[in-house]
């Protein structure tokens, strides 16, 4: 009986790991077929079938890349707009989340529906008047009409809040008046560092979302100079001039490092933080 059971176990063990390489070879296959095909000419890239393995062309569609496009300067311009904003996100959303998980003031349930109510309008709506107001402000063109009206996401504000409820206890912040804590020295000494892995999870969002971010870019954004990258990428494929497909293929894929390094770190400060939360006194 004992063997016949595991048996079973082991058969169902096979089976769930078997299930999860499948599972992570069809996630990675667009990754891999995006690092062949940046390898491979234009003409490579309708082959039927398809060509699995990589070629000799990539330094060639790199140099293809960087004479159509100034792919350099928009990676910079990329990093200091998802750079900005994620900072100024963690920092912002944080502080405001806290506030709202665990301090008492007039009007804090309607402040906090209010906020809620701002994550179901889309954001297409509101390009119209954020485009009047960074005109009238100057900011057309410029990598501020990027950052400014983005600093502080209400999806960051919600799910801090929701993070700072569970993850502080009402005992710290008592213990920290009782040593003489402000209410900033409260957030920053006590809540900040409990909430680094709710935080890293928010920087990986914040990062990817402005650095995949195209369209409000491409509408407040008229000179090449402060091109991002997916801004610059969408140059590439010309309306009267013939696309090069394997340049596109490249700047995809130098574009995709960025995110990969990022989560990589956040990810490794996001399973330190959970590690530590599991150890209890």
């Not at 804590?181 to 935080?199: A, E, K, S, Y």
């Not at 995949?212 to 590439?236: E, H, M, R």
Request: net charge positive.
């Amino acid at each position: 009986m004992k063997h016949t059971a595991y048996t079973g176990k082991k058969i169902w063990n096979f089976l769930l790991y078997a299930g999860l390489l499948l599972w992570a070879v069809v996630s990675l296959f667009p990754f891999y077929w995006l690092s062949v095909m940046s390898t491979r000419t234009s003409s490579e890239f309708f082959r039927f079938p398809p060509v699995m393995v990589p070629g000799s062309s990539f330094l060639n569609n790199m140099e293809a890349l960087f004479t159509i496009i100034d792919f350099p300067r928009a990676v910079v311009n990329s990093l200091i707009v998802s750079g900005a904003r994620t900072g100024l996100a963690l920092f912002f959303c944080s502080m405001t989340a806290f506030y709202f998980a665990k301090f008492e003031f007039p009007g804090r349930k309607f402040l906090y529906s209010f906020l809620l109510m701002t994550m179901m309008i889309p954001q297409q709506l509101l390009m119209i008047p954020q485009l009047i107001m960074m005109g009238k402000l100057g900011w057309i063109s410029t990598l501020k009409a990027l950052i400014i009206p983005n600093m502080i996401p209400a999806f960051g504000v919600f799910w801090m809040t929701q993070y700072c409820q569970g993850a502080i206890h009402d005992d710290l912040l008592n213990a920290g008046r009782i040593d003489g804590c402000g209410t900033f020295r409260l957030f920053w000494n006590i809540g900040f560092p409990i909430t680094i892995p709710g935080l890293s999870f928010l920087a990986i969002h914040t990062f990817v979302t402005s650095w995949n971010d195209f369209l409000w870019p491409l509408i407040v954004l008229n000179d090449q100079k402060v091109y991002t990258v997916q801004v610059a990428l969408g140059q590439l494929q010309g309306m009267f001039t013939k696309t090069d497909y394997g340049a596109v293929m490249c700047g995809t894929l130098l574009a995709t490092l960025p995110i990969v390094v990022i989560f990589l770190i956040c990810n490794k400060f996001f399973i330190a933080g959970i590690a530590a939360g599991g150890v209890k006194d």
